[in-house]
């Protein structure tokens, strides 16, 4: 899991001031959002594979 550091732009994105909610739960969504696109990232690497015909990672 990534530190809070490394998330700071993610946080600084959808952090708001008039919410009830805390910065803990920013952290959760920060977290959340970091991990979609990492897997995101790594399916788009497996179907660019496929595609090309050599089924490799």
Known sequence: MKPKEELQAIIQQIA???SPVG???VYV?????DRLQSL???LE???N???AGNGKK
């Open 23 to 25: 910065m803990d739960a």
């Open 16 to 18: 708001s001031e008039n």
């Open 49 to 51: 594979a496929v595609a």
């Open 45 to 47: 690497r497996l179907e």
């Open 40 to 42: 995101s990232d790594r």
């Open 29 to 33: 969504h920060a977290l959340i959002l």
